[in-house]
């Protein structure tokens, strides 16, 4: 079965249409703040881990999307899904934790982390449901 040129082109405007509809609307979903890069001179609102958790309990919104710098023990180090990851807690409480996303230009200090450290980690803070997560993160101490 073969189609006439004119069938043919219909085609293809019309796949071309919808491969660029598709993404418009993909693009304009994940227009957010999380791909901003966190540096060490943005000012923030710091806090300890349960204060921080206590805020948002509060439903302190105005927290959500902002930079805060918040202070923890270091849990774990990890590099799922070619991420880098690190999950603080608050000393002494395994119950309270804090997911922070790392920027790639953490690596040398990723490597000299040990489980027990007390570290400070600069992120945007997305929210928490049971844990507190945190974007694009960089060690500050």
């Known amino acids: 079965m073969r189609f006439s040129i004119k069938k043919r082109t219909q ?6 249409l ?6 418009i609307i993909f693009s304009s979903c994940y227009k957010d703040n999380s791909d901003q890069i966190v540096q060490r001179t ?3 609102k710091q806090f300890k881990l349960a204060e921080l958790l206590e805020a948002l309990n509060l439903n302190n919104s105005n927290l959500k999307e902002t930079v805060v710098e918040v202070q923890g023990v270091v ?3 990890n590099y799922l899904n070619n991420r880098s990851t690190i999950i ?3 000393k002494g409480q395994t119950d309270v934790l804090a997911i922070c996303d790392i920027q790639e ?10 489980q027990g450290q007390v ?3 600069k992120g945007i803070l997305k929210g928490s449901l049971k ?4 974007l694009n993160c960089l060690i500050t101490n």
């Open 131 to 134: 844990d507190v997560i945190l």
């Open 42 to 44: 943005t000012t923030t």
């Open 119 to 121: 570290i400070k980690i």
């Open 105 to 114: 230009n953490q690596s040398l200090l990723l490597e000299n982390l040990k």
């Open 75 to 77: 849990e774990d180090v």
């Open 88 to 90: 603080l807690s608050e």
């Open 11 to 16: 085609f293809i405007i019309s796949y071309l």
């Open 18 to 23: 919808m491969c660029l509809t598709a993404l």
